[in-house]
């Protein structure tokens, strides 16, 4: 247990530096900042009431690029130490492929927590300026995200290890997205149609759903904060679901030659 | 005491559509504790395939390699070795002291004995004046000196390097020499491929060579010198004589 807590805080803090010598986390922070920004201005040229409107951009903008943040970041976890060919001295030290993998988890959760907040400060720096007020239900929208960043590091890194970097960024993205996107599909489907309407629920709930754990709707409409027993039932669920894809990743590693 | 244990050896390569490519069939050989053993084959030999899996990178489709008596790739093997890859380029973003550091943790190396051991071994391959550059802004040969540091961090028991003076300049060259044989003293037991066979004359006990993935010849280098001039004499004309399809190669 112990050597594994120091797998983790190794990797992590590696990562962590990695993170802020990279430039892509500056870029995409930039890129938040400018749109958000954009959003705010709105209110100098004599447009009220844009409260909503800024909130929104701020929450999709900070829930969007801490997504794609997230997904790259562990996407490369272990495909950029095999490319780089230092995956060799990594398996040489006296730990197992599943510390390996664990390890690259934790460090890429880590760090894409430690963006997203990174990138909340910033929203909420601006939401501040524009004078655009943020309810208690934020809190809950930072804690449910960070848990389901967890969720998504494992899912990413899981398919990084079946696929090319790419193609793991790629899927991650289009099950991110797609999840809430056929759960909208589920509550359009034509109810005439049982069988559709059916195999639409069965594809649902089968679906890995990284909109679980995004409160950025709710927040922006300012809803009152939702039951701490769903935070803890989410909890369990990214738990659960992060756990068996990362033992997907590992049924592939264990034996793969490097 | 044997360190290094390998018994009719088969690696293989599955590919999809077709049958598997074996780069090593029914590799049998040894290496004793305390023994600089240099492992030569011309390009595609078998050589990387056989090291790793004598690190347990790479599972046998047959036989068995054992390390110190121990399984390759387990965790009691994994203790006793210390492994340098053929050119990694380490991550970009950190320092060779970072690099260190993790890989110190990673092997368990922990309070005021990790500082002065990781200062000790960056002196000791000669980049400790780099140790706070990015990996980036350092040379081929000072990523391979790093590279030979991170394999001596723990002390090991068993070298195995790959490919070990790749990159490296006559100064490097000659460091290296002396860092190996500062380790013969110690008693480590050397495994090591290379392509510069000056090096292996000077540093090795004995040689291992491997042609299509067969070994062709185990010999002490004494023996080599006294029937030969110069061990790439002998390398070329045991590869050549190997070679099967002669007249081919020649048209």
């Known amino acids: 247990m112990t050597?594994?807590?120091?797998?983790?805080?190794?990797?992590?803090?590696?990562?962590?530096?990695?993170?802020?010598?990279?430039?892509?986390?500056?870029?995409?922070?930039?890129?938040?900042?400018?749109?958000?920004?954009?959003?705010?201005?709105?209110?100098?040229?004599?447009?009220r009431g844009l409260s909503v409107f800024v909130r929104d951009v701020a929450f999709t903008a900070i829930g969007l690029f801490s997504t794609i943040f997230a997904v790259m970041a562990s996407a490369r976890q272990i495909?950029?130490?095999?490319?780089?060919?230092?995956?060799?001295?990594?398996?040489?030290?006296p730990i197992t492929r599943w510390q390996l993998i664990f390890g690259k988890w934790a460090a890429a959760w880590v760090i894409s927590s430690?963006?997203?907040?990174?990138?909340?400060?910033?929203?909420?720096?601006?939401?501040?300026?524009?004078?655009?007020?943020?309810?208690?239900?934020?809190?809950?929208?930072?804690?449910?995200?960070?848990?389901?960043?967890?969720?998504?590091?494992?899912?990413?890194?899981?398919?990084?290890?079946?696929?090319?970097?790419?193609?793991?960024?790629?899927?991650?993205?289009?099950?991110?997205?797609?999840?809430?996107?056929?759960?909208?599909?589920?509550?359009?489907?034509?109810?005439?149609?049982?069988?559709?309407?059916?195999?639409?629920?069965?594809a649902y709930s089968l679906l890995?759903?990284?909109?679980?754990?995004?409160?950025?709707?709710?927040?922006?409409?300012?809803?009152?904060?939702?039951?701490?027993?769903?935070?803890?039932?989410?909890?369990?669920?990214?738990?659960?679901?992060?756990?068996?894809?990362?033992?997907?990743?590992?049924?592939?590693?264990?034996?793969?030659?490097? | 005491m044997l360190a290094i244990s390998v018994d009719n050896l088969t690696v293989e390569y599955r590919r999809a559509f077709s049958k598997p490519l074996a780069a090593?069939?029914?590799?049998?050989?040894?290496?004793?504790?305390?023994?600089?053993?240099?492992?030569?084959?011309?390009?595609?030999?078998?050589?990387?395939?056989?090291?790793?899996?004598?690190?347990?990178?790479?599972?046998?489709?047959?036989g068995r390699v054992s390390v110190f008596g121990f399984e390759a790739g387990s965790i009691q093997a994994k203790r006793k070795v210390g492994f340098l890859p053929e050119t990694a380029m380490y991550s970009p973003y950190l320092t060779p002291l970072e690099t260190m550091n993790l890989y110190a943790d990673l092997h368990g190396i922990s309070g005021p004995e990790k500082k002065v051991r990781i200062i000790e071994l960056l002196e000791r391959v000669g980049i400790c004046e780099k140790r706070n550059a990015l990996n980036k802004q350092l040379s081929k040969g000072m990523l391979q000196?790093?590279?030979i540091a991170q394999a001596l961090l723990g002390s090991p028991e068993l070298l195995v390097l790959d490919e070990v003076s790749s990159g490296l300049d006559?100064?490097?060259?000659?460091?290296?020499?002396?860092?190996?044989?500062?380790?013969?003293?110690?008693?480590?037991?050397?495994?090591?491929?290379?392509?510069?066979?000056?090096?292996?004359?000077?540093l090795c006990d004995r040689i291992l060579i491997i042609h299509k993935g067969k070994l062709v010849v185990e010999n002490k280098i004494e023996e080599i010198r006294d029937s030969v001039d110069s061990l790439e004499e002998?390398?070329?004309?045991?590869?050549?004589?190997?070679?099967?399809p002669t007249l081919e190669r020649a048209a």
């Open chain 1, 79 to 93: 495909t950029e130490e095999i490319s780089r060919k230092t995956l060799y001295p990594l398996l040489a030290r």
């Open chain 2, 170 to 202: 006559p100064i490097g060259r000659r460091d290296l020499r002396k860092v190996l044989n500062e380790e013969r003293e110690r008693g480590t037991t050397v495994f090591f491929s290379s392509h510069n066979l000056g090096e292996v004359e000077l």
């Open chain 1, 114 to 202: 430690a963006a997203f907040l990174a990138f909340s400060v910033i929203g909420i720096a601006l939401l501040t300026v524009f004078s655009v007020p943020v309810t208690a239900i934020f809190l809950q929208y930072l804690i449910l995200k960070i848990i389901g960043l967890a969720w998504l590091c494992g899912l990413t890194i899981a398919l990084s290890l079946y696929a090319t970097p790419a193609a793991a960024i790629t899927l991650s993205l289009i099950i991110c997205f797609g999840s809430s996107a056929c759960g909208r599909i589920v509550l359009l489907a034509n109810a005439d149609h049982p069988m559709s309407t059916f195999g639409l629920n069965v």
């Open chain 2, 234 to 244: 002998y390398f070329v004309s045991v590869v050549e004589g190997h070679f099967e």
């Open chain 2, 24 to 62: 090593v069939s029914g590799l049998s050989f040894s290496v004793e504790a305390g023994e600089i053993v240099g492992f030569l084959g011309v390009n595609g030999a078998g050589k990387t395939s056989t090291i790793k899996a004598v690190m347990g990178f790479t599972p046998p489709a047959e």
């Open chain 2, 145 to 147: 000196r790093l590279g």
């Open chain 1, 3 to 47: 050597q594994t807590v120091r797998i983790c805080s190794a990797f992590t803090r590696t990562s962590f530096l990695e993170m802020i010598r990279r430039k892509d986390f500056y870029a995409i922070g930039i890129l938040m900042l400018v749109m958000v920004a954009g959003a705010g201005t709105f209110g100098f040229f004599g447009v």
């Open chain 1, 208 to 258: 890995p759903h990284y909109d679980y754990f995004d409160l950025g709707a709710k927040a922006t409409y300012a809803w009152p904060m939702i039951p701490w027993w769903v935070i803890g039932a989410l909890l369990a669920y990214s738990a659960l679901h992060g756990a068996a894809m990362l033992l997907l990743g590992y049924v592939r590693f264990r034996s793969q030659p490097i």
